[in-house]
């Protein structure tokens, strides 16, 4: 039987209880990304240092590791859609693992804006066979079981 993790970035947890939902309906495992240095605590900091290191490439450094991440087949992949896109926390995450013969399921949590250019910057940092992004704000139980079935 395929293996799924559920690795999720979540700054106020509005992603991680998706992740958590997502966990409850498939009995997958769950792994938060978490990086050394917090984000600000305030919605206009977290804008600030989300832009610097998107416009400058920057990758934060990560706490924690999946153990025996290569026993995982399938992996879905939470976030929030920050500047139009997936966290540079995200890109970090996919640089310490080899995702070859992996399935990647993209999710987002967002204000309005939708997925926009996440599974592309996702494909561009992940040798795996990235699927296009869920948005994940509305995602009922039965919809998650249906999203997982896509191939």
Same mark, same amino acid.
């Given at each position: ?8 970035? #979540?700054? #106020? ?28 605590? #305030? ?25 025996? %991440? ?22 970090? %995450?996919?640089?310490?693992?080899? %995702? ?52």
């Amino acid at each position: 039987m395929a293996k799924l993790l559920i690795a999720y970035f #979540s700054k #106020s947890g509005t992603t991680r209880a998706k992740a958590e939902q997502i966990a409850r309906v498939t009995g997958g495992d769950l792994f938060e990304i978490k990086t050394e240095k917090a984000y600000p605590q #305030s919605y206009a900091g977290t804008v600030i240092v989300g832009k610097k290191e998107q416009l400058t490439g920057e990758l934060p450094k990560l706490t924690g590791r999946v153990e025996d %991440f290569a026993a995982y087949d399938r992996v879905a992949l939470g976030f929030p859609v920050w500047w139009f896109t997936c966290p540079q926390a995200v890109v970090s %995450f996919l640089s310490q693992y080899d %995702f070859s013969g992996k399935t990647v399921w993209p999710f987002c949590t967002h204000g309005g804006s939708g997925p926009r250019g996440s599974a592309g910057k996702i494909r561009a940092h992940c040798a795996g066979d990235v699927k296009d992004c869920l948005d994940a704000n509305k995602l009922t139980d039965e919809g998650v079981a249906e999203w997982l079935k896509t191939e």
